[in-house]
Nanobody
Framework: QVQLVESGGGLVQPGGSLRLSCAASGRIFGVNTMGWYRQAPGKERELVASITSGGMTNYGDSVKDRFTISRDNNKNTLYLQMNSLKPEDTAIYYC??????????WGQGTQVTVSS
């Protein structure tokens, strides 16, 4: 089973930047989608951004023009560059992998707190 481990979370001030990483334990083959989701207290988990094995990206409306998702096949790692952070970005950020329609994997999550 593929294991996903997030890192890079922490405390930053509004307007700051943070880069999250999600390392997969093994190579991911075939058509797949990796993405970042986040969940704040009292709110539903929401899509932040996703990227397919073909490089097609999708962003949630609240993070468009501020966040950038990317993946490195050689390092088997997913990234999320977060700029112009706002307090409302505070949440636990989860890495997600989907392969076909029958396989889905979640990471353990990493806390991002935006506060002055």
């Amino acid at each position: 089973q593929v294991q996903l481990v997030e890192s890079g979370g922490g405390l930053v001030q509004p307007g700051g930047s943070l880069r999250l990483s999600c390392a997969a334990s093994g190579r991911i083959f075939g058509v797949n989608t990796m993405g970042w989701y986040r969940q704040a207290p009292g709110k539903e988990r929401e899509l932040v951004a996703s990227i397919t094995s073909g490089g097609m990206t999708n962003y949630g409306d609240s993070v468009k023009d501020r966040f950038t998702i990317s993946r490195d096949n050689n390092k088997n790692t997913l990234y999320l560059q977060m700029n112009s952070l706002k307090p409302e970005d505070t949440a636990i950020y989860y890495c997600n992998l989907r392969i076909g329609v029958n396989y889905q994997k979640w990471g353990q999550g990493t806390q991002v707190t935006v506060s002055s």
